[in-house]
């Protein structure tokens, strides 16, 4: 699972590079999560535009990043997929999670 990663001010943005966040890449992508988001700025934005299909065990992982970066730092989502957008809502994760449309959305909202 490739992650691309920037931080720009007091905000580390990831990307997610690949198209799929399953069962099949699931480990690797806590495992990039982990590693990139190791040191930081308190607020981490995971820019999901890329990503067009998500499962449970996909989910999982990102829960499992947020639980990582808690309690002193936050984790919102950006650029969900209506197919991913869908699967945040459907599973009530939307309550758990900040999530914007667009990654200017997240900058705009979050950054004072």
Do not use: C, W
Not at 8 to 28: H, K, M, N, P, S
Not at 51 to 77: E, N, T, W, Y
């Amino acid at each position: 699972m490739e992650l691309s990663s920037k931080t720009e001010g007091q905000v580390q943005i990831v990307a997610v590079l690949g198209t799929r966040i399953d069962a099949a890449v699931a480990i690797e992508f806590k495992d990039a999560m982990r590693a990139e988001t190791a040191n930081g700025p308190d607020l981490v934005i995971l820019d999901l535009s890329a990503v067009d299909f998500i499962d449970s065990s996909g989910l999982g992982a990102i829960v499992a990043a947020m639980k990582h970066l808690a309690p002193q730092r936050r984790l919102a989502l950006a650029g969900l997929t209506p197919t991913v957008d869908k699967v945040f809502k459907l599973t009530r994760m939307d309550s758990v999670f900040s999530l914007y449309p667009t990654l200017d959305d997240a900058r705009s909202a979050l950054v004072a």
